[in-house]
């Protein structure tokens, strides 16, 4: 069915179909998308934007567990005991070769590391030891790494099973 519409004339012809121009600028809706979007933007910024001391030395920790669990494993591959070597400049794990300690050379994932900054080490063994190393057995005695700069501070738990928990 086609609409009809009569003219001033009084002649009736087919009507058509009238477009109104839209306006420029924006909807209401539109506005309020936009600055919803920018609003989650910008929040996102502000938490994720520097990372601060707390945020690096965690990273850091978190690096160290998977290094550490890493070790525990390389141990027992190669059926020779690894140790962590640590102080305030950095970490580097160590092999027990024709009975020394040396330096672990051979291994990308377990070369020496420096810290981002200046980083205190604590370790705290349950068998009272002052060092962490790994040897054949799957068991080992638990132990904490206390690592802080200024007032950030992370413990990374091991429970002697080869679970590493950063805190």
Do not use: K
Request: hydrophobic content about 45%; glycine content about 8%.
């Amino acid at each position: 069915m086609r609409l009809m519409r009569r003219q001033p004339s009084g002649r009736i012809c087919p009507a058509r179909r009238t477009h109104h121009r839209r306006s420029s600028g924006f909807t209401l809706i539109e506005l309020l998308v936009a600055m919803v979007i920018a609003a989650v933007a910008v929040s996102m910024l502000a938490v994720n934007g520097l990372p601060g001391a707390q945020r690096g030395l965690r990273f850091e920790a978190e690096r160290l567990a998977q290094l550490l669990s890493l070790a525990q494993e390389e141990s027992q591959v190669r059926g020779r005991p690894i140790r962590l070597q640590a102080d305030d400049a950095g970490y580097r794990f160590l092999i027990l070769r024709d009975r020394q300690w040396v330096p672990l050379i051979d291994d990308e994932d377990l070369r020496a590391r420096p810290w981002d900054e200046s980083t205190a080490v604590n370790l705290q063994r349950s068998d009272g030891l002052n060092q962490v190393e790994f040897g054949r057995d799957v068991v080992s005695a638990p132990f904490v790494i206390g690592l802080a700069r200024g007032e950030a501070q992370v413990q990374i738990r091991a429970n002697g099973l080869g679970v590493f928990d950063v805190q």
